[in-house]
């Protein structure tokens, strides 16, 4: 008891001198944690060889590492209760060198994991690929797929189901899970009700801006271009025509002036008498008239004199 008295003395002395961890005018974080982790940890291996603190480990590792580390781990453990050390260890590697890093939705899980990897040999973590290992981990089972589409498949098991496996085929799982997730999220939108669709938001084409169904600011406002209704003068689709051949104005291609309206010269309707192209025939031989060349009256008569078609008695030629 006394010598066990003498050595609780001894390590007390030396933790006296044992430096606190210092983050915050630190460039890389990650590389002071592991570093002073290391130096932990060889302390415990030197003074307490035989494991008689065991029990104690978290305390020590609390009293030493400081007013930076005790304010991280009372928000990793925000409980009173002690934590094995190789528990706190783990949580205090991932946030040192990962911080609150997630992945991107543009980013690749292979490019996550490089990414990921980079940030634990940057910190000379022990064992890196463990390390990146365990975050993806952490990430799988916080994930949304993974309790929709794995958790009932894996049931209470995934996480040791996980730890069972090795980096790369965690990479397929997740992967895996990205892909069926996908086909689930397709099949909903497919079985969607008509009605939950006018919740959806994309570019309107008569407004130009995102909005739900029923919605657009367009609607009531007339256009300045083709006077037409429900679009914006800058989303108008109607093509402009200048001096237009059938009314001779400038106007929007289907708001002619001209349409509906009936030519006096050649009956055909839709543009303007003065506009009219069609020839126009004086004294005409079959009829006597002066008429537009596809109006005269006496086309379809047939003469009584010769029984031909396409003028008049009067202008028949037969003798």
């Known amino acids: 008891m006394a010598d066990n008295g003498i050595q609780t003395l001894d390590i007390f002395n030396k933790m006296q001198n044992f430096p606190p961890l ?27 060889a035989k494991e008689i603190y065991k029990n104690q480990w978290t305390i020590i590792l609390l009293m030493l590492i400081g007013p930076d580390g005790k304010k991280v781990y009372k928000n990793l453990f925000p409980n009173t209760q002690t934590k094995d050390l190789g528990t706190v260890l783990l949580k205090l590697d ?13 980013e690749s899980i292979d490019q996550y994991i490089d990414c990921l990897m980079l940030a634990a040999l940057a910190s000379n973590h022990s064992d890196p690929v463990n390390i990146v290992k365990e975050k993806i981990i952490k990430d ?83 256009c300045d271009n083709c006077k037409g209704y429900n679009h914006f003068t800058n989303k108008c689709k109607g093509k402009y025509v200048s001096n237009c051949t059938k009314c001779g104005m400038s106007h929007v291609q289907s708001r002619c002036h001209a349409f509906g309206q009936t030519c006096v010269k050649c009956g055909k309707i839709n543009h303007f ?44 030629l037969s003798k």
Not at 27 to 48: I, M, P, T, Y
Not at 275 to 297: E, Q
Request: one cysteine or more; aromatic letters at 12%; proline letters at 3%.
């Open 22 to 48: 210092n983050v915050t005018e630190q460039r890389n974080v990650g590389r002071s944690w592991c570093a002073w982790k290391q130096n932990f940890l060889s302390f415990l291996q030197k003074e307490d």
């Open 94 to 106: 991932m946030f040192f060198i990962f911080g609150f890093k997630e992945k991107q939705k543009s």
């Open 140 to 222: 799988i089972k916080n994930y949304n797929f993974t309790e929709k589409v794995f958790i009932q498949s894996e049931g209470e098991n995934l996480e040791s189901y996980l730890q069972s496996l090795d980096l790369d085929k965690i990479t397929l799982f997740w992967k895996q899970c990205e892909k069926l997730t996908l086909q689930r999220n397709h099949e909903v939108t497919q079985t969607q009700p008509f009605s939950d669709l006018s919740l959806i938001e994309m570019e309107c084409v008569r407004c130009g801006t995102c909005h739900s169904r029923n919605r657009c600011p367009a609607y009531g406002l007339q």
């Open 273 to 316: 008498s003065w506009l009219c192209k069609i020839p126009f025939v004086k004294n005409c031989l079959r009829c006597g008239k002066d008429h537009a060349i596809s109006m005269c009256p006496a086309q379809g008569h047939t003469c009584s004199r010769c029984n031909k078609p396409n003028h008049f008695e009067e202008k028949c």
